[in-house]
């Protein structure tokens, strides 16, 4: 089967790799579309990435698939079904490792619901709860952008604080920025946005207060214009160091604020004497499985349209998958949508 595998970092291209063995909890999906992710996928790509990579290595974790087999011992999905972030296993033989392997055309999504019922060790299973079924009135090129509206809700939805009567800004217009932009506005918060001057259209669109260039010449005093208070909650969608420390100035007495993109991980600071007062700094993570419902959800409602984020009616074929992060790189999209089975 094809796969896209970076081979080294800079160098992405499309190999022929066994496909995946079937375990007895295991599903064996045909991918059909995954999606481009700026953060993870990028910094894999480039070197970037905080944490060891071994490459060779098939990326992609913004991935759909539908189930064409299932193990002996699987009760939860059955032939037919679209599940979430489903991707390749790395080679028995070490001779490539995977990064979620969502960019290959046959991966597994494990039943963790019967491997926990059976007394499998979570070791074995927990990594898979992402695997969750999507329904069938879904597009599921439009479900490839639940991985990321899933972990961004959660994100938000265990920080405990946004929702009727909070300011909130986002600092970064990509994919996860809009998401938090998004989730934001659906909670019931104001929300703005500092970002590109090409991505104010696509935040107002999803329901942005006000929209910030980076280009402004004194940003907080912009913000402070429009939001003469501050904000309750401020959001580093990008994690560039120095971006979080200077919207101190603009952060309510009593505010939070988080850090969640990767660009500098470990290379931020903040200086406290910049802040109007005491401040909370929020490290609660996410669980990318808990929120999947309700994603569903505003998807139901229209309240998420994958069409703000994703090029629907013009995906990239597996082969061309260096034109779709190419594309990403000219900023000409949010994110790209890669259809992977023909």
């Known amino acids: 089967m094809k796969a896209a595998m970076i081979e080294k970092p800079g160098v992405l291209a499309i ?10 909890y295991d599903a064996l999906c045909e991918i059909l579309y995954g999606a481009t992710c ?30 064409v ?23 028995a033989d070490g001779a490539f490792d995977i990064n979620w392997g969502g960019f290959a055309e046959f ?5 963790h619901v019967a491997a926990k019922a059976d007394g499998v060790p979570e070791a074995e299973w927990g990594g898979y709860r992402v695997n969750q079924v999507i329904p069938t ?21 265990r920080m405990n604080a946004v929702g009727p009567g909070k300011d909130v800004l986002v600092l970064g217009s990509g994919g996860n920025g809009l998401s938090f932009l998004a989730h934001s506005v659906n909670l019931g918060a104001r929300a703005a946005m500092l970002g590109s001057d090409s991505r104010e259209a696509t935040a107002k669109a999803l329901g942005a207060a006000d929209y910030f260039s980076y280009k402004d010449g004194d940003v907080n005093a912009a913000m402070l214009k429009s939001f003469p208070a501050g904000f309750d909650i401020i959001i580093d969608a990008v994690g560039k160091k120095g971006i979080l420390d200077a919207a101190l100035g603009v ?3 009593g505010g939070i604020i988080t850090m969640y993109g990767l660009d500098d991980y470990g290379l931020g600071a903040l200086n406290p004497l910049n802040a109007r007062g005491t401040f909370t700094y929020y490290v609660g993570g996410y669980d990318e499985a808990e929120t999947h419902e309700q994603v569903v959800a505003y998807m139901r409602q229209g309240k998420l349209n994958a069409a703000h984020w994703l ?5 990239y074929p597996l082969e061309k998958i260096g034109d779709a992060f190419q594309a990403i790189l000219d900023r000409k999209m949010v994110k790209a949508l890669v259809k992977i089975k023909a």
Not at 311 to 315: A, E, G, L, Q, S
């Open 311 to 315: 090029n629907m009616d013009t995906p």
């Open 137 to 157: 009135d879904i597009d599921p090129a439009a479900a490839t952008m639940m991985i990321t509206w899933r972990e961004t809700l959660s994100y938000l939805t």
């Open 251 to 253: 952060l309510k007495p």
């Open 69 to 91: 087999q299932v193990g002996a011992k699987v009760k939860t999905y059955k032939v037919g079904d679209l599940i979430s972030r489903v991707g390749t296993l790395p080679a």
């Open 38 to 67: 700026t953060g993870t996928d990028q910094h894999l790509l480039f070197g970037r990435f905080p944490w060891p990579v071994n490459y060779p290595t098939v990326l992609g974790h913004e991935s759909v698939g539908r189930v």
């Open 15 to 24: 190999h022929e790799i066994p496909q995946p063995a079937v375990g007895d």
């Open 107 to 111: 991966g597994i999504a494990r039943d």
